[in-house]
C-alpha cells in the first residue's frame, strides 16, 4: 500500500466542530483509498491518498454509458476507544453483485474490507463518538477507460471515501412524510433496482423533487408494472407494523430484483426474529397500506437504511389518499428496533451475530493473510 497519509492534515479543531456537528457528509477526511482495475493486470494494490480531485479525460466511459456503483458503510466508535466496521462483508459482496450487473470489475471482499480499514485507520481522528455518530464510508466505482464505444470497460477507479456523519434525517428521528410518484417508475423487474448504481439515484431525482416541492420527505416507489405494490423509499427499505387479535406481526416487502437488499433491513428482520416478533417477507399494496392506516390495523411504519438509520413513517399521501400512519408518532417497535440495532452498533449490547469487525485486527490479519 503506498501512503500517501503524509499530506497535509486538517486542524484539530476543525476536526473538533465537524465531531459537535458533523451533520451528514458536510466534512470529508483527509484521505481517500483508490484502487485501480485494468483488464489483464487485475486490481492493482490498494493506495492512501491525500483527499483531493482527480483529472478524468471527457471520453471516459462513466460520462457515456454510466458505469457506477457505490456503496454505503459506517464505522463505530467503541466504548473501549477502538473502532469498528459494521458488515463490511456484506457491503463488499453487494458491491460485486452491483458491479457484475453493470458488467464492472468485481472487487474481492478481501480487498474491500482491507480498503475501508486502511481509510478507518489512517482517519481514525475524524471518526466521532457522540450518540448516533460514525464514520460513513462510501466506496464508489467508476467506468475510466478513454475510448467511446459501448461496451464494458477495461479500466475502472475505486475510490473510499469518509465523512464523520450523524443519521441523515438528524438524530431525533423525527416521523417523515412520503408520497408515491405518480406516473414514474424507480425499477423494473431484470433491470438494476437492486444494484447501487448512480442511475437508479438519477432516476429517482424528479420525483424527489416534485415531492420535496410538495412538503414532503422522500418518495414511496411502486413496483414499476402495476404500480400497485409498495417497493421502497429513494435510498431506504420500509417496514410495516400491523396488529390485530393475536398481537403484532412486521412485514417489509421481498427482494424480487427492484430493490435494493438492505443490510440494515436484513438486520431488522434478524432483531425481530431474535425479539420474537412474528416477521415477514410479503407483498403489501398501496390500497392495503392505505385501508391499514385509515382501519388502524396498520399501526407503525418505519424506513431503514445505512444512512438514515430507522426512522418513522407518520404520513402517507397517495393519489386521492393522505393518511396518518398510527398517531403520525414514532411507535415502540419502532423504537425497540432501532435501540437493539443502534446498541449493537455502538457497542453497548452483545454483537451475538458477528456483525462488527475491529478495524485494526481486521488490518492485521488481512495483511498478514490471515483473514476469514
Ligand atoms: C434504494 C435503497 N434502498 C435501500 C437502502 C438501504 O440499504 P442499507 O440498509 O444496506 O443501507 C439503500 C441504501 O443503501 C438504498 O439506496
Known amino acids: 500500500m503506498s501512503d500517501g497519509g503524509t499530506g497535509p492534515r486538517t486542524d484539530a479543531g476543525t476536526i473538533a466542530r465537524a465531531h459537535r456537528d458533523p451533520g451528514f457528509c458536510r466534512f470529508h477526511t483527509d484521505h481517500v483509498v483508490v484502487l485501480e482495475w485494468s483488464a489483464g493486470t ?29 456503496e454505503g458503510l459506517k464505522v463505530f466508535r467503541q466504548p473501549d476507544g477502538s473502532a469498528a466496521l459494521f458488515r463490511v462483508g456484506d ?29 478507518a485507520v489512517a482517519d481514525d481522528a475524524w471518526i466521532p463518538g457522540g450518540p448516533g455518530q460514525s464514520l460513513y464510508i462510501r466506496p464508489l466505482m ?6 467511446l464505444g459501448l461496451r464494458d470497460s477495461a479500466r475502472y477507479r475505486c475510490m473510499f471515501l469518509a465523512y464523520p456523519v450523524e ?32 442511475g437508479n439515484y438519477a432516476a429517482s431525482l424528479r420525483a424527489r423533487k416534485e415531492a420535496v416541492a410538495r412538503g414532503f420527505h422522500e418518495v414511496l416507489w411502486l413496483d414499476g408494472l402495476e404500480r400497485r405494490w409498495v417497493e421502497e423509499l429513494s435510498g431506504m427499505n420500509v417496514f410495516f407494523v400491523w396488529r390485530d387479535a393475536s398481537g403484532v406481526r412486521l412485514t417489509t416487502p421481498e427482494c424480487r430484483g427492484t430493490i435494493v437488499r438492505g443490510i440494515t433491513r ?11 416478533i412474528p416477521v415477514s417477507q410479503e407483498p403489501t399494496s398501496i390500497d392495503a397500506l392505505v385501508d391499514g392506516a385509515t382501519s388502524g ?8 437504511g445505512t444512512a438514515a438509520v430507522v426512522v418513522p413513517v407518520g404520513r402517507v399521501a397517495t ?38 469487525r475491529n478495524v485494526r485486527n481486521d488490518l492485521a490479519s488481512v495483511r498478514t493473510g490471515t483473514h476469514r
Not at 297 to 304: I, Q, T
Open 297 to 304: 390495523r396498520l399501526v407503525e411504519m418505519f424506513a431503514c
Open 42 to 70: 487485475g486490481w492493482a494494490e490498494p493506495s492512501l491518498e491525500p483527499y483531493g480531485a482527480f483529472t478524468m479525460d471527457p471520453a471516459a466511459s462513466v460520462l457515456h454509458y454510466g458505469q457506477s456503483i457505490f
Open 91 to 119: 457491503h463488499a459482496r453487494r458491491m460485486a453483485r452491483s458491479a457484475w450487473r453493470l458488467a464492472m470489475a468485481e472487487m474481492p471482499t478481501e480487498l474491500f474490507q482491507r480498503a475501508c480499514a486502511e481509510l
Open 142 to 147: 467508476v467506468a475510466n477507460e478513454s475510448e
Open 266 to 276: 436484513d438486520c431488522l428482520l434478524t432483531l425481530a426474529r431474535d425479539a420474537g
Open 319 to 356: 393519489d386521492g389518499h393522505d393518511v396518518t400512519v398510527g398517531d403520525g408518532r414514532e411507535g415502540p417497535v419502532t423504537a425497540r428496533l432501532r435501540d437493539a440495532l443502534t446498541g449493537i452498533q455502538h457497542g453497548v449490547r452483545p454483537d451475538r451475530h458477528g456483525w462488527l
Open 167 to 198: 443519521p441523515c434525517f438528524g438524530r431525533d428521528f423525527a416521523p417523515i412524510s412520503v408520497t408515491t410518484p405518480g406516473d414514474l417508475v424507480r425499477a423494473v423487474r431484470g433491470g438494476t433496482g437492486e444494484a447501487k448504481c448512480a
